[in-house]
């Protein structure tokens, strides 16, 4: 068998990217009810985001398991796994980011390759869920792709799914396995109510991330505002009007993604032309696609605050050296998910 070799998955990180942030420290291995020495808990890691799957296991205290990723010279996968996973309970660390179709791909082969080496349960944990964003019909003779994923990681062999912040909580109903909802929340909250901003607003972006923005505000004790847009295409929106007072505030925008910024700039735009006197603004996932990192540069926000759920693209990396992106780790989050779920225990507890 002649294969392209790109990575070796027990090896190295995956991408140059994961190198390149330097803005998060590393967090430092705790003291858990798991250790190295049990067989029957494993977590491995695709090529999507291998630094997050390393802090995470830092967090809790065991290794990456080893593997083998390759591909054919044509660019399809050969994937095996180096260690024994029989009876395990396994764990596969992978969000399905840019390429999204290939990380896709990457995650249901190694499943296969799990369930064929009679691993005892499969729970993929996606920090992004890529095609979330296509979870219903909103004109004729359209895919409902979000569901069409779901069912792909589930005839692949996954038994049960953990996401972060998904684009539409209703995702979790196209699974025909158990679901486990995380939100970044508490960490983005932490940071913000860390730089003790006056007279802080929180906006939705738009009707959809209401209850999001609902959230923030609530467990930070400010008033919300919404942002009333229209979709006239995909990634293409017009600000219509800002629904609540902003004038002489600090805003903070909530989102889940930043694709293109668009949106993201042109709400910006509308909340300054209403007075507002700063605005920040806080997504899960820094998809950052096309002139995302250009638009941020010139735009008039003054931080944009991103978890580190995807690696940040080259571009963007450079922003963070300037402080206009600050990206805050989840792995410590999605650890203690990942621990209480091989425990058996409630994972809603982590956000009481």
Request: charged share 20%; aromatic share 6%.
């Amino acid at each position: 068998m002649k294969t392209d070799t790109i990575e070796t998955v027990g090896g190295a990180p995956a991408t140059a990217a994961s190198q390149a942030d330097g803005n998060k420290a590393k967090p430092q291995a705790r003291r858990s009810r798991v250790s190295n020495e049990d067989r029957r808990f494993k977590i491995f890691s695709g090529t999507a985001n291998r630094e997050l799957a390393e802090d995470i296991c830092r967090h809790i205290g065991v290794s990456v398991g080893e593997t083998r990723m390759q591909r054919f010279a044509d660019g399809e996968v050969y994937f095996q796994l180096l260690e024994n996973v029989r009876g395990a309970d396994v764990f596969v660390v992978q969000p399905t980011c840019y390429p999204v179709d290939q990380h896709l791909v990457e995650l249901l082969i190694m499943v296969d390759a799990l369930k064929r080496a009679s691993a005892g349960r499969i729970t993929v944990c996606v920090p992004y869920y890529g095609y979330a964003r296509q979870d219903r019909k909103d004109r004729p003779r359209v895919a409902i792709s979000s569901k069409l994923v779901a069912d792909l990681m589930t005839t692949a062999g996954a038994h049960r799914a953990l996401f972060m912040d998904l684009h539409a909580a209703q995702i979790q109903g196209f699974f025909n396995i158990p679901v486990d909802h995380v939100f970044a929340s508490p960490v983005m909250i932490s940071y913000f109510n860390s730089l003790n901003l006056p007279d802080l607003t929180v906006v939705s972006p738009d009707a959809g991330g209401v209850e999001r923005a609902r959230h923030f505000a609530t467990k930070m004790s400010v008033p919300m505002a919404i942002v009333d847009k229209r979709r006239t295409d995909i990634n293409v929106t017009e600000v219509m009007h800002v629904i609540g007072d902003v004038r002489g505030r600090t805003c903070l925008i909530v989102d889940d993604i930043i694709d293109t910024a668009g949106t993201l700039v042109k709400t910006v735009d509308a909340l300054l032309e209403q007075g507002a006197s700063r605005v920040y603004a806080a997504a899960s996932h820094p998809v950052l696609s096309g002139e995302a990192v250009q638009r941020i540069t010139n735009s008039r926000l003054e931080q944009v605050i991103v978890t580190d759920s995807i690696p940040l693209r080259p571009e963007a990396q450079q922003l963070t050296n300037s402080g206009k992106i600050k990206v805050l780790s989840v792995a410590g989050l999605l650890g203690a998910a990942i621990l209480n779920i091989h425990m058996e225990t409630s994972v809603s507890t982590l956000f009481n």
